[in-house]
């Protein structure tokens, strides 16, 4: 596929001459869709097991055609090594964050239309960040999460917390390889981990 159609002139042009929902292709899989006469966005366009996905690469013209060109070509190098490009920055994106964060996230997508979201939340920061809120989701052990559980083990909250840490663990996980998975016995509703350990 031919690439390199695009040139600053005719983005212009097309912009000038805005029509909703327009697309150029640039050739090997990169585009720009123009969404009002005045920007645009970049797209990279592939397909992985007869799946086609699209992955935003900047808005036009905070971001140049070079640079998204340069953004494409990286995609179709890990396209070519078999890499799937939006797992591999969703996992880019996940490998940093701390429990908190992941926590919070979760908390914003998931847990608002429980009958008292801000229980959850607080729990969280009353027991659960002091300890482990600053570590990363994909650092954690068993023996930080024993450190959670052990002073409340007999309490009615633990097993609520138990099961949303778990939660928040596997949340990450969707997106990260490297996490333990293991930690979150609970969301299945058994657990290894004893407060022994």
């Known amino acids: 596929m031919k690439r390199g159609k695009l040139t600053s002139k005719l983005i ?102 429980l009958a008292r979201p801000s229980n959850w939340i607080a729990a969280m920061e009353g027991h659960v960040f002091p300890k482990i809120g600053k570590r990363q989701v994909v650092d954690l052990l068993p023996e930080d999460l024993i450190s959670v559980f052990r002073p409340i083990w007999h309490r009615e909250l633990t097993r609520k917390l138990v099961q949303s840490v778990g939660k928040v663990i596997l949340y990450v996980a969707t997106d990260d390889a490297r996490v333990d998975t293991e930690l979150a016995p609970f969301s299945t509703g058994h657990s290894s981990m004893t407060m022994e350990a």
């Open 12 to 113: 212009q042009q097309a912009m000038a001459n805005f029509e909703r929902g327009r697309t150029l292709g640039d050739g090997g899989g990169l585009m720009l869709k123009i969404t009002s006469a005045g920007s645009a966005s970049w797209v990279y366009r592939y397909t992985v097991r007869g799946i086609e996905k699209r992955m935003g690469l900047g808005t036009y013209p905070a971001t140049s055609l070079t640079v998204a060109r340069e953004k494409a070509a990286g995609a179709a190098s890990q396209r070519a090594r078999g890499l799937d490009p939006l797992r591999e920055r969703r996992e880019a994106q996940r490998r940093g964050i701390t429990f908190e964060e992941a926590a919070r996230e979760y908390w914003h997508a998931h847990c608002q239309s």
